[in-house]
């Protein structure tokens, strides 16, 4: 997390069609010492009891290829070398140590939270698949790890083989990515066969020579085992774009540049209009909502209600993920999550960051 400063130093106008007033004195340095202080206490009002720990002036994402601590970044993501998670690993650290293969999604979060890892990089939404929902409930279930940036990654489904194309019978790959690439599978006419794993699959091919199979994965799996990329851009959808959340135990409380985003999560209480009413709160605020997602609660997800003479009814608990157009050091925020606590049975700020653009 990071804090977008508030204030800003009053432009001058100067030029013809402006009327003239007195100077604009700056204000001084302590007042703005004082400004940025407040902006700090109400964001610790904000994460306390553990929520969030921030340490101040410390960069959201580490120095491009350092962690702060004189060494390179350690970054957990989900798979083998060779997979769009690598890739997006690489994109937000230029120059960073991957921990020990993470099997898992779950192994990424517990890597940060255990310390073994500085940063974990998570993919939570694609263009064309949407949600990736198990990295949402993998949010809940650690709850010190925190969203401090996210990366928008353009996927390029690339064919690889070990030579140019030729004498390539059939093409392998994970479902998502055949799923993706259809149209032009079935112009090349060849047996389309899916596996767990692209990358690994990638490696196969390479290390034993395989040269009838072709591999739908990513440039950075091709030149990552030496097979030849024999055409890029294969999906059907050229927009086809993942969303990666950078996760980490600490936010940070360095100035966060415009736009910014806030991820909330919450649970409510039963009754009429109950999401409507959680999300008037924002409205009332002038907070700009821009996705909403919904999980049923684990830890108690059945709810059984008493219909009186027409029986019991029984209902899913949910837990709502909402994204939020602004960082959370804004008052109008703060206004809105304190209101939101009113009529919620929890609410917890999952992470405030820079959006990627």
């Known amino acids: 997390?990071?804090?977008?400063?508030?204030?800003?130093?009053?432009?001058?106008?100067?030029?013809?069609?402006?009327?003239?007033?007195?100077?604009v004195r700056p204000k001084p340095a302590e007042?703005?010492?004082?400004?940025k202080a407040a902006i700090l206490e109400r964001l610790e009002r904000i994460y306390r009891d553990g929520e969030v720990r921030f340490e101040k002036n410390?960069?959201?994402?580490?120095?491009p290829g350092g962690s702060g601590q004189g060494r390179p970044?350690?970054?957990?993501?989900?798979?083998?070398?060779?997979?769009?998670?690598?890739?997006?690993?690489?994109?937000?650290?230029?120059?960073?140590?991957?921990?020990?293969?993470?099997?898992?999604?779950?192994?990424?979060?517990?890597?940060?939270e255990s310390g073994s890892a500085d940063r974990a990089v998570v993919p939570v939404e694609n263009s064309l698949d949407g949600v990736i929902?198990?990295?949402?409930?993998?949010?809940?279930?650690?709850?010190e790890v925190r969203v401090v940036g996210e990366l928008l990654l353009p996927i390029n489904h690339c064919l690889l083989g070990v030579n140019g194309g030729y004498g390539i019978k059939r093409v392998v790959s994970h479902p998502q990515a055949l799923a993706h690439c259809q149209v032009r599978l079935a112009d090349l006419g060849v047996e389309i066969e899916?596996?767990?794993?692209?990358?690994?699959?990638?490696?196969?091919?390479?290390?034993?020579?395989?040269?009838?199979?072709?591999?739908?994965?990513?440039?950075?799996?091709?030149?990552?085992?030496?097979?030849?990329?024999?055409?890029?851009?294969?999906?059907?959808?050229?927009?086809?774009?993942?969303?990666?959340?950078?996760?980490?135990?600490?936010a940070a409380a360095g100035p966060l540049p415009s736009p910014a985003r806030t991820t909330v999560a919450f649970s409510l209480e039963e009754g009429t209009a109950a999401l409507?009413?959680?999300?008037?709160?924002?409205?009332?605020?002038?907070?700009?909502?821009?996705?909403i997602q919904s999980r049923p609660l684990r830890e108690n997800p059945i709810r059984v209600v008493d219909g009186g003479d027409a029986g019991s009814f029984t209902y899913f608990?949910?837990?709502?993920?909402?994204?939020?157009?602004?960082?959370?050091?804004?008052?109008?925020?703060?206004?809105?999550?304190?209101?939101?606590?009113?009529?919620?049975?929890?609410?917890?700020?999952?992470?405030?960051?820079s959006l990627d653009s």
Do not use: W
């Open 194 to 250: 899916a596996v767990d794993n692209a990358a690994t699959a990638a490696r196969f091919v390479a290390e034993n020579g395989v040269r009838d199979t072709g591999v739908i994965g990513s440039s950075v799996a091709g030149r990552e085992f030496g097979l030849r990329v024999i055409e890029e851009n294969m999906q059907d959808d050229s927009s086809n774009t993942t969303r990666f959340f950078v996760l980490g135990k600490e």
């Open 133 to 143: 929902e198990r990295n949402y409930d993998l949010m809940l279930r650690h709850p």
């Open 73 to 112: 970044v350690r970054v957990a993501y989900q798979g083998v070398r060779g997979s769009y998670c690598q890739e997006a690993a690489v994109r937000a650290f230029r120059r960073c140590d991957a921990v020990p293969c993470c099997e898992g999604m779950d192994s990424a979060f517990a890597a940060v």
């Open 317 to 353: 608990e949910y837990v709502f993920f909402v994204d939020l157009e602004v960082s959370v050091a804004h008052p109008a925020v703060e206004e809105a999550l304190a209101e939101l606590g009113h009529i919620a049975t929890f609410v917890r700020v999952l992470g405030s960051y």
């Open 276 to 291: 409507y009413k959680a999300l008037e709160v924002f409205a009332a605020q002038d907070v700009k909502v821009s996705g």
């Open 31 to 35: 007042g703005l010492e004082a400004e």
């Open 58 to 63: 410390k960069s959201v994402l580490f120095p």
């Open 1 to 23: 997390m990071a804090i977008r400063c508030l204030y800003r130093p009053p432009a001058r106008a100067t030029g013809a069609g402006f009327r003239k007033h007195a100077p």
